[in-house]
């Protein structure tokens, strides 16, 4: 079993549509990333969270560390927001090293 | 701006050839990470540097080694490329002991 997981793997939406993306980790953590991959390949950073909520434009991301899950939420999606979205989690066992999700490909369709 | 620039975006290469992948990053970061991305698998860890001339395996070192003799440049070494290491390749950057981690524009890599 993956320690990071995540669901829907593949999820396609009319615009307008409100998303929501969900990952759920095994391990303790320091913090947990939301990242965005567009076809071409670079990643960039969404979200950096250790606890509670953050929201950045059409974006929010929560996290409740008792459940071990996160999720990453899109309002009013748009076909620019296609993508993959990649949680990836902070061990807390002092490591800087990272443990992905294998990513959610999302289409939002004019 | 944090930049992590990878040197090629596409690269075709034959089977047994050696081929090097190229990281730069210009933010005097200690972590240098190269990572592969496969479907269905996500990325994985090949290698890691914490610092100039320091390394350490990641999950998936075999076939593969890396070079840090600067500390902004980070090669991934692939010493006879074979068909199964057609891949995407990330190189990523961050502080010591930061989780924040800056990532390159990948390197799609097929070899023939």
């Known amino acids: 079993k993956n320690e990071v997981e995540q669901s829907p793997q593949n999820l396609t939406a009319q615009e307008g549509e409100f998303i929501t993306i969900n990952c759920s980790y095994s391990?303790?953590?320091?913090?947990l990333h939301w990242l965005q991959q567009h076809p071409g390949g670079g990643i960039v950073s969404l979200f950096m969270l250790s606890s509670g909520k953050k929201k950045h434009g059409r974006l929010i991301a929560t996290i409740n560390i008792q459940e071990k899950h996160s999720s990453l939420h899109i309002t009013a999606s748009h076909p620019r927001d296609s993508a993959v979205y990649i949680c990836a989690v902070r061990p807390s066992d002092n490591t800087d090293k990272l443990i992905f999700g294998t990513g959610t490909r999302l289409q939002v369709f004019p | 701006d944090v930049k992590v620039t990878q040197s090629s975006r596409y690269l075709v290469k034959r089977t047994g050839e050696k081929v090097f992948l190229e990281c730069v990053q210009d933010?005097?970061?200690?972590?240098m990470f190269w990572y592969r991305q496969d479907p269905g698998l996500g990325l994985r860890l090949i290698y890691f540097s914490y610092d100039v001339k320091m390394k350490e395996k990641g999950d998936i070192p075999e076939g593969y080694s890396v070079s840090r003799e600067k500390k902004e440049r980070f090669s991934l070494i692939l010493e006879s490329a074979s068909t199964n290491q057609t891949s995407m390749y990330l190189c990523?950057?961050?502080?010591?002991?930061?989780?924040?981690?800056?990532f390159g524009q990948g390197t799609r890599l097929t070899v023939v």
């Open positions: 391990v303790g953590i320091s913090a």
């Open positions: 933010m005097d970061h200690e972590n």
């Open positions: 990523a950057s961050s502080f010591w002991n930061s989780p924040e981690a800056f």
